[in-house]
């Protein structure tokens, strides 16, 4: 009797699997139907905003061009407005006309260069949203071949799986930890910087209101230090802006991002940045270009905080294989045994070793620190080059 259970249950419990690993099987076909259409679609997407990337610069180039062109039909009748009783009816007309033309060129490739700009920015907000369905797609068809390997396979192959759960678990609590930081790290820079502004802004208005009924040229006096306030509260929101994700890097790409955020950080600071580029500059891939931008940021946010330095260099060069670059500085450097320990070393290497790169720093006290990357083009190593 209890055999005949046994049996039944048996039955019971490999039909419920056949029929879970069919419906599986059927559910994973069709999220991989929906994820190839969502990667052609991001593929189309991509080519069309490069496509609208390259007319947004000519049309801003164009836009550069009417200006000039304005201003001068401009001055031009200025002149002859002064010269009005000396020039003939005819000349006096063209030079208005010309004037009006340009004014309206001007005027239609503005519009021109605002429509492309929304277009573009509604490009990338369709190809975020398809990377969002393409990674959620990608999760979910992992996850059910995960499901399927574990209904089919034997408990070795299942035990496999289960590390590679594990490894994949702690990746992603590792990328939540940094991900926390990162929160952490805007939170203090909003609260020390626009929000305290925010705050004064609130005490200075309050106090203007009070002045104006008493003392007028006090309030005046109050309301020049509030705009004061509200135009650097302004600059440090764009700041902060920017540092999460500068524009001029997809724009128009890592080498003018890099050489605005440096001329900025020169300013700041008043540490001199020598940066150089050795070779020809060329577009990389998204991935590496913005690897190389936050080593770099954080580098030089490091030099800032930490160094003391008076100058430093930022150096580039673009090979067929790699990309390498060489960040010194003239600052106080690092005791030997604290070499790789903080100072956000841990998360540059990281970045660089995720994409098959080579990171090396050397330091000595009162020397300097120089900080040595060398990330492949394509994706592989020298050796592998050199073997293959």
């Known amino acids: 009797m209890n055999a005949n259970v046994e049996v039944t249950y048996k039955k019971r419990l490999d039909n419920i699997v056949e029929k879970t690993i069919e419906a599986i099987e ?19 997407l991509e080519t069309q905003l490069e496509e609208l990337k390259i007319q947004v610069i000519n049309v801003i180039k164009e836009v550069e061009l009417c200006e000039r062109k304005e201003k001068k039909c401009r001055l031009k009748l200025a002149f002859v407005s002064k010269q009005f009783g000396y020039l003939s009816e ?4 063209e030079a208005y006309e010309e004037a009006k033309e340009a004014q309206i060129e001007l005027a239609l490739k503005r519009r021109e260069e605002k429509e ?7 490009l990338e907000r369709k190809l975020v949203d398809n990377k969002a369905i393409i990674e959620k797609a990608e999760k979910l068809a992992s996850q059910i071949s995960i499901a399927l390997n574990y209904l089919n396979s034997d408990l070795k192959e299942m035990n496999s799986q289960l590390e590679q759960l594990k490894d994949r678990q702690a990746l992603s609590v590792k990328i939540i930890e940094a991900q926390e930081e990162e929160r ?6 909003i609260h020390d910087g626009p929000a305290q502004a925010m705050a004064n802004v609130l005490l200075k208005s309050e106090l203007c209101e009070k002045l104006i009924a008493k003392d007028i040229e006090l ?15 302004l600059k440090e929101v764009r700041k902060i ?40 500059y060329k577009r990389l891939s998204p991935e590496i270009e ?15 905080k930490h160094s003391r330095a008076k100058n430093a260099s930022v150096k580039f060069e673009f090979g067929m294989r790699f990309i390498s670059v060489i960040i010194k500085d003239d600052g106080i450097g690092f005791d030997k045994e604290n070499i790789g320990q903080g100072y956000g070393l841990m998360g540059m290497r990281e970045r660089v070793e995720i994409l098959n790169g080579k990171f090396e720093i050397s330091s000595f006290k009162n020397k300097g620190t120089q900080i040595y990357i060398s990330i492949p083009v394509r994706g592989v190593e020298d050796d592998q080059i050199v073997g293959s």
Do not use: M
């Not at 492309?116 to 509604?122: F, T």
């Open 184 to 189: 952490k790290r805007i939170a203090r820079e």
């Open 90 to 93: 005819q000349a006096i007309r």
């Open 219 to 233: 309030a005046k006096i109050e309301l020049k230090n509030l705009k004061d306030i509200v135009q650097q509260s």
């Open 116 to 122: 492309l700009i929304e277009k573009r920015n509604e």
């Open 290 to 304: 913005i690897t190389c931008f936050r080593v770099v940021q954080e580098a030089l946010t490091n030099i800032k």
């Open 241 to 280: 802006i920017y540092d999460l994700r500068p524009s001029a890097l997809d724009d128009l790409g890592l080498v003018p991002a890099l050489s605005r955020y440096i001329k900025n950080f020169s300013e700041e600071t008043g540490i001199f940045v020598d940066f150089t580029v050795l070779s020809d």
């Open 26 to 44: 059927s559910s994973k076909e069709q999220i991989f139907d929906i994820l190839e259409k969502a990667k052609e679609e991001a593929r189309k």
